[in-house]
């Protein structure tokens, strides 16, 4: 695995580490369970959500996870210390390594928060026939990744929807996807997906909105029949989609879309102001 840990010092099982010690990254061979944890202002996001679904990824792949929920905590907050970083991307990575066992790292990665053009704007995104093995399950894939980067470069696009074989599209290739039909939100069922942190918060704000989410999987071929659609993820939030290859959609104005942002961004600040007082 090429080293990716930035800034000055990383964790291992608990112990700082330079990040100028790339040799640990470079023994890991099989695809490692992961999280990416956004930290704004010194507190990470939803981390007990994060952890929750660390858990659940190494349950459904019987690997067990050793190191506690407290210590991992205690690492991430030793690692915003120690590098004087308080809004960053943190990464969790748990695997097997060669003469040191189970090993959780936590580092941080660079990470990229759309500017507020793409907000204003709308993301360009494209099709992308794939379907995981394991949605579930947040396992490491790097030649997916790659290929996926490589297609996005070559269309100026910033998402890739996954379409599976029937012709549905399920997901992105880092983010879920939800799509807008008349006053409704149409997104995948849960077993079809990585349930992603911010989905589950979108779901929580829709319900106080009274907004009803339909969860059913949509098909390329009714993507021209949608009122809008937004991606969201970890360092995007809520973030519109104005069009899917040749499709164009009016997401930045739709009034719902509208909302579930607002009320997201909301969301996010009570956690963080609850950890700050």
Not at 96 to 114: R, T, W
Not at 129 to 157: D, G
Not at 218 to 225: A, C, F, N, T, V
């Amino acid at each position: 695995m090429k080293p990716e840990a930035i800034r000055e010092y990383l964790m291992v099982n608990g112990r700082l580490e330079p990040t100028s010690n790339t040799e640990i990254f470079e023994k890991i061979e099989k695809p490692p369970i992961y999280e990416v944890i956004r930290v704004i202002d010194g507190v990470p996001l939803f981390l007990e959500d994060h952890l929750d679904r660390m858990r659940e990824s190494a349950r459904i792949i019987d690997y067990p996870i050793k190191r506690k929920d407290v210590q991992i905590e205690e690492d991430i907050k030793d690692l915003i210390i120690k590098n004087g970083v308080k809004n960053l991307n943190v990464k969790l990575l748990c695997t097997d390594i060669e003469n040191m066992g189970q090993v959780v790292l936590a580092y941080f990665i660079k990470s990229f928060y759309p500017p507020e053009e793409y907000y204003e704007e709308g993301i360009h995104t494209i099709l992308f026939n794939y379907e995981r093995e394991n949605p579930n399950a947040k396992i490491q894939m790097l030649s997916f990744r790659e290929e996926v980067a490589r297609k996005l470069e070559e269309n100026n696009a910033f998402e890739a929807l996954l379409v599976n074989k029937d012709g549905y599209i399920p997901e992105g290739s880092r983010s879920n996807i939800f799509f807008v039909k008349g006053e409704n939100i149409y997104t995948a069922p849960k077993g079809d997906v990585l349930l992603g942190i911010t989905r589950k918060y979108i779901f929580q704000v829709c319900e106080e909105l009274n907004i009803e989410i339909v969860e059913e999987n949509i098909h390329k071929d009714d993507l021209i029949r949608l009122d809008g659609a937004f991606m969201s993820g970890t360092s995007v939030n809520v973030l519109p989609i104005s069009s899917i290859d040749n499709i164009r959609l009016d997401s930045v104005s739709n009034k719902i879309i509208k909302e579930i942002s607002k009320a997201y961004i909301n969301k996010m600040r009570e956690y963080i102001e609850s950890r700050t007082l």
